[in-house]
């Protein structure tokens, strides 16, 4: 005699989502849409560019009986392989989904909407990154956004130095803002280094001290010395890569680009590379496991986990570059805005993975796209409410999207030489 | 066995004897927290003469009048801060040196030495105003203990202030609601903030416990979503929810007068201080007299143990983090019951850390809440007053802030300054675990 | 001529705050010979051999090797003499394949990239030239015990060691595992390498020494040849006095069953079926001691009893009642007494005081808590009672549990389960890591609540603890009984067999 207790999976929640979600969007789709709205979705820059004329609603009840047949598959979970496909595919269609219905009788287009998530997951996915180097090696780092912020402050004042003193050579001068910021990231980490490697104090709290820090230091350094607001925005120009900017279509949104925006990638390889690749990955990650183990083959765990440390919050530098000297030519109080944490969120969705990480950006950077591009589309929604929905996707995303995720199993330990 | 170990006296607890010298190594853990206080206070110092002295001009005294010199050229830096630490006092105890006729028309000011053309004096008011600033703070700091103690570290006081104050002060003025007389109009607003505070931290404690979800990211993406559907409820006007039309500013309609806290005379000092004492208590008593307060206090300890005990970690979590949000949620309902009477969006910007802050300056004990707070308080308070006399930036006293947590939490940095010896293994405070598993 | 002796420690002493770990230490290892280190838990073993392969620094005394004076300031240093270590607690990460564990600080390059193929072509060498069988591909986490020792050791080789320090190989192995590890070293003695072999199992002492060294409370109790030795001479040198090696007890008259267990699966944390149709039963009066070697399903086993883990099918009773998918509350109240594994992670809370610790099962029982306020004088009063009772050794009940010591610790956890009124016990690897004088002071309770009539479960990877307290033995493999038998007649070479998997024949 068995007694098998009925264990509710992450499938069967899924499941239960899609179908609901279906059922709801077969149920309203006829009576919001008259049969002949179109959507006009264009798949690339200026005019000439294809559009493919979207009956809405034709398109949703497709996407209604997917998910309702989705949903339905996975609860009935006779065969795991297909609808966990199905449950994927309804998961991708989402985003395309919402972009048609919010563009019933108007035009949007589908390709800047991309572009747009992948600029906006900068910050977020090299934030990530800085969180793997960092929590790959046992240290928990949330202060990514104080280091954010200390970073694009403290970049966009030398900028605001530097500029005047070389008109010429604003490039330069952006450049060297920029390596101020990553400087300015990498101090801000060594505190924490040594508060939670040397000190042995809780990570978290360390962390917690290093924003707290940031926030005033920021804003008293911009009471200081951002004495006026310039006119004109000055920010990193935007660099065109031969040969692949001239691809149809993808070409001129992919490859012409901001400088960060293109670092984004170069970190991912080089992080994914590293970790997996080299004896420094290698040893990173026993430190970060099992610190006993690597420190009696003679591997330093201090210095292993302060190098790591550091290179984090260099990189979290650079994303507080992306900020003030990529997208807005300006620092302001907070600008970060919650950006820091959403990373870690990326880096948790990501399970400490790169790639991971990289898909978790790009679904924040679509709902905070997803935001602004409401707002042309004029769609019905409290401004506010948009905002929210970076926030209010994090939180679903560690709620469940990924199930339980396991960290590097040293994480959040100090260590103790015995 | 056979034989029997050493009788160990059951019943007698090593007594101290009376009259001994007491060494520095006993009472010198106990000040820690003080002295990182002081710490932070001289390191701001430092920075104020560091901004506030001519370099070249020190350069040049030393090099023709060697350290005598160059100290004389630091007088002007150390003035600098010795009169903005005299401002700080002074905004937040009331404590000066000034000349009294100096002070505006219809302040109490009262005059304990007269000294020539100055004298000093004791201003009640900032005292009081620093009392009511620190109210608050109390309850936001034993919020926070109070997840400490279950081992959750709740970031989102913030947020659980903005749901406790929102639903607390729609209680206050909605109509219905106008005629009920003071006694029960109270009691019911301020149930209303405990309520939607619980409700916002429950959340949190929710998805950690069945999620694993850690509760410092999701309380902060809480606070940000608070702060958004804060300002949507109160500017809304496609429906009207919280907005009061008449008003020239985006605010919500004044409470009715018998939500209103009662208060001293003439005086701000509102009911809600008194509330706040009896927090403190409360939470004491909840913590460490209760069969509640032990089970959560033992998942904060040991989850494993817990488990073993029988007790429900899921539960004990949620809890934990209610009833912090709810006391979080109390906080936000007095300052809208007992200072402000109406909630104008963004009120409560950046008391999330501050609470925090306040909470490990206690180490999590209920009862030394109290000091804390108002030593949060009057930094704040004396900071406004220091811009002002020695015409130094307000946020110097936030990096000060910051140097007192951390301080506070590497006490290690404090121990050596101070010679105090290593903190033993049952002291340590655990304060959370990682990503929690 | 004489060669000088491989590895040779004088007067080494180390200090910690409050005991003096070793106490002027000589110790001198030959080259080829295997050198048994005797001592029981608490003795300065490993602290000796931590301060010889350099984690630790001791406070006098010097070191040679080879005849030559050494400074050992870390791992490194000893790796670069030649000493290798397989501690107790295994030094691999679970997550890295076995090539990662072991080209690990020593990395087989390709400028600053790893050569993986290169470093498994390399650790396959070695394993073939020294009989020990290891995946270089294999995830670690997935290996079990036996393989990932011998992944130890191929480690320790591949640093080219010719010193070889094994600290308590054989507690996580079978009997006829560790002749196979008896046979690896006499292996590796031909081939040069010099082995310092620390236990405190008595017979394997025996069965491999070429010389023993006892140390006892941090000081050379004797150096003596195996030729010279018994078991009772070396257990006294060990304890400084008489041991008694098997405890006294009454023969059984066990009443009705207490636990049933009918046909249980669990699953472990990685969702292997770990208990695999599990069925036994334990009557009041008796102890049925459930042997096996670590990682074979007891852990779980024991969890899912006491409701710490979920059970997948089968059932359990527990006095009649069906506590199969019971919470460990509910297991608690039916009368179950629980010694868990792990005291430290489970069975208490470091930073509380004893008096919590004593109340933790049973804080809100109207005794100790009126209406959810708990009564301090009576927590108090009982805590006081029962530290004397069993002996638990603290200036206060107000000490927090974190400055007991090992073996008051687990005094403290049994004096909380023996004060109530209980009719089953489970208790899982009790005696681990305790010094002698708590080991005999916990069987001798054990024996008694037997006598009153209590159910036993024992579970322990410690064959001469089952053998000695048991009345029945189940022996578990790969998450089955594959045999239950009488104590009395069972030999260790029986019991042996049916640890390893291979089943008895039919009486």
């Known amino acids: 005699m068995s007694t098998k207790r009925f264990r509710l999976t992450r499938t069967h929640i899924f499941s239960a989502f899609f179908l609901v979600v279906g059922l709801w969007i077969a149920l309203r789709a006829p009576g919001s849409f008259a049969p002949d709205t179109i959507s006009k979705m264009s798949v690339g820059l200026g005019p000439e560019a294809p559009l493919w004329e979207a009956p809405t609603r034709a398109v949703l009840l497709a996407v209604a009986g997917l998910y309702m047949a989705g949903g339905a598959l996975g609860l009935i979970n006779r065969w795991p392989r297909v609808s966990f496909s199905v449950l994927l595919l309804n998961g991708v269609l989402m985003f395309p989904a919402i972009l048609i219905a919010a563009a019933a009788g108007k035009q949007t287009n589908m390709l800047t909407m991309l572009a747009e998530s992948l600029r906006l997951a900068t910050p977020i996915v090299i934030g990530a990154t800085a969180g793997i180097w960092s929590e790959r090696a046992g240290v928990v780092n949330i202060a990514i956004e104080g280091m954010m912020l200390t970073g694009a402050c403290f970049g966009f004042i030398t900028f605001f130095f530097l500029e005047p003193a070389m008109p010429d050579a604003t490039n330069t001068a952006l450049f060297i803002a920029v390596m101020v910021a990553i400087f300015s990231g990498a101090l801000m980490s060594l505190l924490h280094a040594w508060l939670s490697v040397t000190f042995k104090t809780d990570q978290i709290v360390s962390g917690t001290v290093i924003n707290i820090l940031a926030i005033g230091l920021t804003s008293f350094a911009r009471r200081e010395f951002l004495l006026s607001t310039r006119a004109g925005r000055v920010t990193l120009p935007s660099i065109e890569i031969p040969v692949l900017s001239q691809i149809p279509i993808v070409g001129d949104v992919l490859f012409n680009n901001k400088p960060i925006f293109y670092m984004m990638f170069v970190l991912l390889i080089v992080t994914h590379v590293v970790l997996f690749y080299t004896s420094l990955g290698l040893r990173m990650r026993s430190v970060g496991e099992h610190p006993q183990a690597a420190d009696t083959v003679g591997i330093n765990v201090f210095f292993t986990r302060y190098r790591s440390v550091i290179i984090s919050g260099m990189i979290a530098g650079l994303a507080g570059a992306w900020f003030s000297l990529e997208t807005v030519g300006g620092f302001d109080d907070l600008m970060t805005g919650g950006r820091g944490f959403i990373a870690l969120a990326a880096m948790i969705f990501g399970k400490w993975n790169p790639a991971g990480a990289f898909g978790g950006g790009l679904l924040f950077g679509f709902a905070d796209a997803l935001g602004t591009r409401f707002q042309i589309l004029d769609v019905p929604v409290p401004p506010q409410w948009l905002q929210m929905l970076p926030f209010l996707t994090t939180m679903v995303v560690l709620a469940g999207l990924i199930g339980r995720a396991i960290p590097p199993a040293a994480d959040g330990q100090p260590y103790e030489k015995q | 066995m056979e034989e029997k170990s050493p009788e160990v006296s059951s019943s007698a607890e090593p007594q101290p004897s009376v009259a001994r010298r007491i060494s520095w190594g006993e009472i010198g853990p106990r000040l820690v927290p003080v002295l990182a206080v002081l710490t932070a206070v001289l390191f701001g110092g430092l920075f104020m003469v560091f901004s506030g002295t001519d370099w070249a001009g020190a350069r040049a005294a030393f090099a023709s009048d060697g350290l005598g010199g160059f100290v004389r050229e630091l007088g002007p830096g150390i003035g600098k801060a010795g009169v903005a630490y005299a401002a700080m006092v002074e905004g937040a105890t009331g404590l000066g040196y000034i000349d009294p006729s100096s002070v505006r028309a219809q302040t109490t000011v009262v005059v304990l030495l007269r000294l020539g053309e100055r004298a000093i004096v004791f201003l009640p008011g900032n005292l009081v105003a620093t009392v009511v600033r620190s109210t608050p703070f109390v309850l936001a700091g034993l919020a926070v203990a109070v997840g400490f103690k279950a081992g959750l570290f709740n970031i989102g006081a913030e947020g659980q202030l903005y749901a406790g104050a929102l639903l607390a002060v729609w209680i206050g003025f909605v109509p219905a609601l106008a005629d009920l007389p003071g006694i029960l109009h109270i009691p019911l607003a301020v149930a209303g903030g405990i309520l939607g505070g619980a409700i916002w931290g429950a959340i949190a404690g929710f998805l950690k416990a069945r999620t694993g979800a850690h509760e410092v990211i999701n309380t902060i993406m809480l606070n940000h979503i608070a702060i958004r559907l804060a300002d949507w409820l109160i500017k809304s006007r496609t429906p009207i929810i919280l907005l009061d039309t008449t008003a020239s500013v985006p605010r919500t309609p004044f409470i009715a007068a018998s939500a209103e806290y009662p208060r001293l005379g003439d005086t701000p000092l509102h009911f809600g201080i008194l509330i706040s004492l009896g927090a403190v208590a409360l939470v004491w008593w909840f913590l460490y007299r209760t069969t509640l307060g032990f089970e959560l206090r033992t998942v904060g300890a040991n989850p494993n143990a817990a488990k073993y005990a029988g007790m429900s970690v899921t539960r004990n979590l949620v809890l934990a983090m209610a009833v912090s949000g709810g006391l979080a949620g109390l906080a936000g309902a007095g300052e809208v019951l007992g200072v402000q009477h109406n909630l104008p969006p963004g009120f409560f910007a950046g008391v999330g850390f501050d609470s925090i802050a306040i909470a490990l300056l206690a180490k999590t004990n209920p009862i030394a809440m109290i000091p804390a707070a108002f030593l949060w308080g009057g930094l704040l308070n004396g900071a406004g007053l220091m811009q002002i006399r020695a015409d130094i930036s307000i946020d110097l006293v936030k990096i000060i802030q910051a140097l007192i947590v951390m301080f506070v939490a590497a006490d290690q940095i404090v121990r050596v300054i101070w010679r105090i010896r290593a903190r033993r293994q049952e002291e340590e405070v655990i304060f959370s675990r990682g990503w929690g598993r | ?507």
């Open chain 3, 1 to 507: 001529m004489e060669q000088p002796p491989v590895l040779e420690a004088r007067g080494i002493t180390k200090r910690f705050p409050g005991v003096v770990a070793n106490d002027h230490i000589d110790f001198t290892l030959k080259k080829g010979q295997i050198h048994c280190m005797l001592g029981e838990n608490g003795a300065g073993k490993t602290t000796l051999m931590n301060i010889i392969y350099g984690l630790y620094q001791p406070d006098a005394g010097e070191i040679r090797v080879n005849g030559q004076p050494a400074t050992i300031h870390s791992a490194n240093d000893a790796i670069g003499l030649g000493i290798g270590m397989v501690h107790q607690h295994f030094m691999l990460i679970p997550e890295l394949t076995v090539t990662e564990n072991i080209i690990l600080g020593n990395e087989v390059t390709v400028g600053p990239f790893l050569n993986r193929k290169k470093a498994a072509a390399q650790i396959r060498e070695l394993s073939d030239r020294f009989g020990l069988q290891v995946d270089p591909l294999a995830r670690v986490g997935d290996l079990p015990v036996g393989s990932r020792q011998r992944v130890e050791i191929v480690k320790a080789l591949f640093r080219k060691a010719d010193i070889l320090i094994l600290d308590e190989p054989t507690a996580v192995l079978t009997p006829q595992e560790a002749e196979d590890l008896f046979e690896v070293m006499h292996s590796l003695v031909e081939q040069g390498v010099s082995i310092v072999f620390i236990t405190h199992k008595l017979k394997e002492v025996l069965a491999v020494a070429d010389e023993i060294t006892v140390l006892r409370d941090g000081h050379v109790a004797g150096v003596v040849q195996p030729k010279e030795a018994t078991e009772a001479s070396l257990a006294s040198l060990m304890v400084g006095r008489e041991v008694l090696l098997r405890v006294k007890k009454e023969a059984s008259e066990p009443g009705d069953p207490v636990l049933s267990v009918r046909d249980l699966r669990v699953m472990d944390d990685r969702d292997h079926l770990v208990v695999d149709g599990v069925s036994l039963e334990v009557r009041s009066g008796e102890i049925l001691g459930v042997a096996g070697v670590q990682g074979n399903g007891q852990t779980e086993l024991v969890e899912a009893l006491t409701g710490l883990r979920p059970v997948l099918g089968g059932q359990a009773f527990i006095d009649g009642h069906e506590t199969t998918l019971a919470t460990p509350r509910q297991v608690t109240e039916l009368g179950v007494a629980h010694i868990p594994e792990d005291r430290e992670q489970d069975g208490l809370v470091k930073s509380f005081p004893i008096v919590d610790n004593l109340l933790l099962n049973v804080y809100y029982q109207l005794t100790y808590a009126r209406r959810m306020v708990i009564d301090d004088a009576q927590a108090a009063n009982y805590a006081r009672d029962v530290i004397e009772k069993f002996d638990v050794r603290t200036p206060s009940i107000y000490a927090t549990a974190g400055t007991l010591s090992g073996g008051n610790k687990q005094k403290m956890i049994v004096a909380r389960e023996f004060s109530r009124p209980i009719k089953l016990l489970i208790a899982a690897q009790p005696t681990r890591g305790l010094d002698v004088g708590s080991i005999e002071f916990i069987h001798q309770q054990l024996v008694a609540i037997r006598a009153h009539g209590v159910a036993v479960l024992l579970a322990s990877a410690e064959l001469d603890e089952i053998m000695s307290l048991s009345d029945r033995i189940a022996v578990m493999f790969r998450g089955q009984i594959i045999d239950t038998l009488p104590a009395a007649g069972a030999s260790r070479e029986q019991l042996g067999l049916l640890m390893a998997g291979v089943h008895a024949q039919a009486a």
